[in-house]
């Protein structure tokens, strides 16, 4: 193996030409050992500079690289691709050094010391650039294009119509006998027992009735939403407060009460709300809207202890509020209840204010969702962690929205925690473009920087198979801990709890680690 | 299996100051699997030592391995070199491995880097708890299979005592009562008359009581015969 680093510095995106000294960092770049070229580009994403780049990675016969962009989230993948095909350079070869985010961003100040810091980041990145080993990873056909869908809510059926779109087989499972309209084959009063395999490759055990049958599938979607049950609370006994979904029904049949609406976060208004249930206040507030449109003389009460709504959706407060919806904040410990001399009116102490409001009501909405009880099962089978509320999780940002933390399980709607009607709508609709995009290609690939044990050193303790989150190790016929590399992540956990070091994550080993952080403290430690 | 945990950085420290060599010697075994002297720990023990010296302005030599099982003198015989070349062992195993090098090499410094706390079971990862005094003499089959010798705090032979309540022990509250559970694991088997005789005192020749405990299998042992022949051997 060569060992030839080619440095590459964005002048521009990185930020750095306002407070680095790129000649300088080119120069300390080109004395270390093992750069093979060094040069800082203009727009490094740009195709005729990746031209100029791959021109002087081949004339320079360089074998990996470092690239030094604008950030290491966005460009680098398209960057990688770019690299790999036309350079021919390994994708494990090759890795990012965040000098926007980590020095020229904190230290803007103080060039001096943004400048030192960056000359031994740099030094510390070619350092572990030089001890990295060319990977390879496998690949194995995907068996099926059929994507499964969980939930026929308004999530599911968008994201069954758009996979199938894409040219996706959908099979929809939905729990109750419901009628579905929505594309792809739909199995009622089913539900998901169990899941085996991975990303491309799913087993899914399902459940009608008494009959068990197997599903093969490459991709899961999981829209399970919210439970719609009606809950218990005092304000439920006493003013027969319903579930906001019924209101939304109401105003769509065109049934508005003249004497007022109040939408209250939660039906028991004394609970510690934050920790227990999520709110779907986009929907709270665009009913609120659509009431003060239609029929102006109802006066509309929003209650809430905190109120969110996300995105551009938070311009809706000011539309309510020109409107004339009012907005009331109250402290859970002096909880809106009914007024106990007149059980027409709710009495709400306004705590930004002071003020006790008597609120005359025709009809009293809560806006909390429990989560669906049925996330508990559908975790357990396909092995997704759940939320503090009893959501299902979704991955790291970096992942996307849409992702969990399981490779080819994607999530939408509000089976994660309440969405508005609209967002389950278009979270549907992406967890279908990405399934369809993953079972497109119609191969799944695995393996790279992954974990490897060395069976020597292993001791069976058992330690790896209780952490891994991904249930990749198992201890084979050996006796041994093996790593079953379609299901790992390269997260490294094992590798960081194996009491007999008998774990090792590829490109990221002891050796590779600390003479990385030594060169950065100089020296050994 | 012998559950340990490593001893606070500061008593290792003041054990192995005035000493310049340092070999910390792990344990593949029992300890390894506790999460408290495999290789992990033994090297991030020495990490953190070098740290501490380097603070604190000291200069000692380390150096670190792990053994298959240290209570067992084939495999540190394998390390003899290394043993005789340092100034002191720092055992990263139960008492019984660096008792074992203390006893083979009498002329070396051996320290205990662990304290040896029980013998137990991981309940879940991260997690130990005691289920065994080794009293040699086992009456499982007549508690359900919960030792009560073990987990209840007076050992007693006829509980539950009046501290017990709701299921919990009056010791502490954290620890379950190992009388009620016993009740409750027979009432399942419908062997409640199970607790209806009265139990004796308990022999406790077998257990430490009777001094230090040595075991002897006849016929696994080796014959003089036996035993000239494998030296001839090797």
Known sequence: MKRRIQVVICRVCSGAANVLDVEKLLRVANEAPYVGSAIAVNYACNAKTIAQIVEEAKSREVDRMLIIPCSKSDVSPALFQAYKKKAKINEFLMETVDLVGEIVLPHRDNPARAQAKAESKLLAAITRMAMLEPLQKSSEKMRTKNVVIIGAGVAGVEAARQATQAGMHTILIEKSDKEVKAPGVVMPKTRLVSAKGHAGNFILTIEAGEKRETLECAAVVIASGGDWSDAKGPLVQACGAKPLYRLVQEIGEGIISREGVVIVDTPDPKADITSAQDFAWEDAIQSAIEIRKKSPETEVYLLFQEMRALGLDELSYRDAADLGVRFVRYDKKRPPHADPKDKSKIVVIDSVQGQTLSIPYGGVYYASIAPNPDNVSISEALRIPMTESGGLRRGSMQKGPIATPRPGVLVCGSAQFPRSENISRLEGRAAGALAAQLVSTGIVEFGGSVAEVTPDKCSACLTCVRTCPFEAPFIGNAGKAEIQLQLCQGCGMCVGICPSKAIELHNYTDDQLSTETASYIGGDF | ?234
């Open chain 2, 1 to 234: 299996m012998i559950v340990a945990e490593r001893k606070p950085l500061g008593e290792i420290v003041e054990m192995i100051a005035q000493l310049h060599k340092v070999t910390v010697i792990g344990c593949r075994s029992c300890v390894a699997i506790c999460l408290a002297g495999g290789e992990k720990e033994v090297k991030m023990l020495i990490s953190a030592l070098k740290l501490k010296n380097r603070k604190e302005g000291r200069k000692q030599e380390f150096d670190g391995f792990v053994l298959e099982r240290q209570c067992e003198k084939e495999w540190v015989k394998e390390v003899d070199d290394k043993i005789l070349a340092s100034d002191v062992i720092l055992s990263m195993s139960c008492s019984l491995g660096a008792q074992t090098i203390a006893d083979m090499y009498p002329e070396k410094v051996v320290v205990p880097g662990l304290n040896t706390a029980m013998f137990g079971v991981p309940e879940e990862q991260g997690m130990w708890s005691e289920k065994c005094l080794g009293c040699g003499d086992c009456i499982i089959h007549t508690t359900g299979g919960i030792c009560p010798i073990a987990r209840c705090a007076k050992s007693m032979l006829n509980g539950p005592c009046g501290g017990s309540s709701d299921g919990h022990c009056e010791v502490n509250l954290d620890i379950e009562c190992a009388w009620y559970a016993i009740h409750e694991r027979l009432k399942l088997q419908g062997r409640l008359d199970l607790l209806e005789a009265v139990r004796p005192p308990k022999d406790w020749t077998p257990s430490h009581s009777g001094g230090r405990r040595i075991i002897v299998r006849e016929d696994a042992k080796l014959t003089q015969h036996q035993k000239r022949g494998k030296e001839a051997v090797i």
